[in-house]
C-alpha cells in the first residue's frame, strides 16, 4: 500500500516466564496519529523498543519503505525518521535547550560547535511550535512541559517521519496539554505520522485517526476513533465492561486524626487543613503548584519552616520519614522509579522491605510468610509477573507502580497519602486503587490524595485543599465541588474558606 510508512508482521518478544509480544502485526500510515492502548503490561511499551531499535525481536519483521528488518538497530531507525519520545526524557541536564536540540549534530560544515547558530536554529523550531521556550536556558529547572519541547524539538530538527510518544501528558497541565495537541496537529498536516501510547482514554478522541487495542502482548482490533466509544474500548482492553468510573463508597467520617496549622516549608507556605477518620481528603492544583512539596514537608522528607502539626490531637514534630511511618504515617510518592523501589531486587523483596520485623521469628525472616504477603498483592492488584522473584526492573511501568501501592499497604499505615496514585495506571486497574482506598477509608483509616485529574479528585474525594503557585487557595467541601470553581482556583481566582478547620 503506498501510504503505509510502517507496517508489523506477527512480531514476537520473549523474556523468560513472558510473553511481551506475541505474533503482534499492525500497520501506520503516513500522516495520520494512531493511538496504542491497553493494560499495564499489553506490550505497548515492548512495541516501540522494537521499532526504535531498543530491543530487537525474537521473530517477525517490521517493514520500513519496502524494506522488510527482522530486527531494527537504532542507527537505521534513526535514519529512516523515527524518533521516540520516552516518558523518562533523554535530556543531559547541565546542557541548555538549543545544545540539547542539536545534540550529536554538527551544525556548521567544520567541527566547530557554534553556540549562536544552534540557538538561532532552536529558537526557529520553538517558534514554529508556538512555544517561547529561551534556546539558551539549561534544561535543568525546566517544567516536565518544556522539556517535552525540547524533546520535540529535537525529533523536528531531524526530519522525523514517524514520531512515537509514550504517555506524553502525563506530566503536563492542561494548559500544556492543549499545546502539545496543537503540535501533534501540525505535525499530523506535515504527513508525520504520530503513535500515541495513553492510559487517559478521552483525550483519544480528541487526538487520534485509528487507535490499536492491544492485551497480553496480542493484537485485538484496529479501530477508527469515530466508530467506537470509551466503553468499547475498555471492553476491548480489559475483556470486562466498567459502567460506573468510580467504586461505591460506605465510609463515615470519624474524629479528627491530623491538624495541620500554617504549614510552611520547601518554597509553600501557609497550608491549612485537617484530615478526620474515614476521609479522603484531596490535594487539587496545577502540576508544580507545591502539592507534592508540602506533603514531602509534612511527611519530614523536607524541613519545615514554619507551622505545626497535631496527629490525634497532639503535637508532633515530625523530622525524618522514619517518624512519620513510626506514627503511621505512610506517603506513595509520585516519583516511585527512584524514590519508591529497588529496582534490582524483587517484588516480594519490595512489598515486604517495610514489614521484615512482622514477618521474622527470633530475627529469622519467614521466607514463606513473605512469599505469601507478596503472592496476596500481586493476585489483588493483578501485577503481571510470572511470579514474585521477578526483578522490579523487568515490570511495565504499570506494574511497577502497583508494587509501590503494595509496599504501602503492606506497612499498615493510618494515614496514607497517595501522590497521583492513578498516573500511568491501566483503567482497570485504577478502578482496583480507588476501590482499595474506599476499602482503607471504610475500616478507618484517613486518606490524603494528589491528583491533577479533575474528575478523579471530584469523584473521590470528601474534601479538597486547593494549591497555587505554592500557596492554599481554597477549601472546597464536596457540597460545593464543580470542575470550574476548582479550577479557578488553582488557576488563583479569588480565595476561599482558606482554614480547613472546623
Ligand atoms: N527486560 C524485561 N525482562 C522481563 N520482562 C520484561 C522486560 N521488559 C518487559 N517485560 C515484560 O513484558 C510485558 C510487557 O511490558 P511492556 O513494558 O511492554 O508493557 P506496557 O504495555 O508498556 O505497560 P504499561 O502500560 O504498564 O507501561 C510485561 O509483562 C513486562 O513485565
Ligand atoms: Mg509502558
Redesign the pocket.
Known sequence: MVNTVLDIKNLRKT??G?T?LDDFSCSFTKGEVHALI??????????IKCIAGAISPDSGTITLDDTAYLGLDPETAKTKGIEVIYQEFNLVPSLSAAENVFLNVKTSNGILVNTRQREFMAADIFKSMGGELNPAQPVWGMSPANMQIVEIAKALSRNVRLLIM?EPTAPLTIKETRLLFQIVKDLKAKGVTVIY?S?RLEELFEIADRVTV?RD?KFVATKDIKDVTRQELILLMTGRVLNNNYPERRAVIGEEVLWVENLCGWGVEGVHFTLHKGEVLGFAGLVGAGRTEIMSVLFGAFPKTYGDTYLRNKKIHITSPRIAVKNGIGLIPEDRKYQGLFLFQSIRWNITAGIVKQLSKFGIVSGKKEKAVADEYVTRFNI??PGVE?LV???????QQKVVLAKTMAAHSDIIIFDEPTR?I?VGAKWEIYKLINELVESGKAVIMISSEMPELIGMCDNLVVLYEHRQTGFVPKSKFSQEYILSLASGGPEEGICGKN
Do not use: C, F, W
Open positions: 523474556y523468560p513472558v511481551a491497553g493494560e499495564n503490561g499489553a506490550g505497548k511499551s515492548t512495541l509514550d501510547i492510559h492491544m502482548g503481571k509477573t521477578q526492573l523487568n515490570l511495565s511501568g504499570g506494574n500511568g491501566d
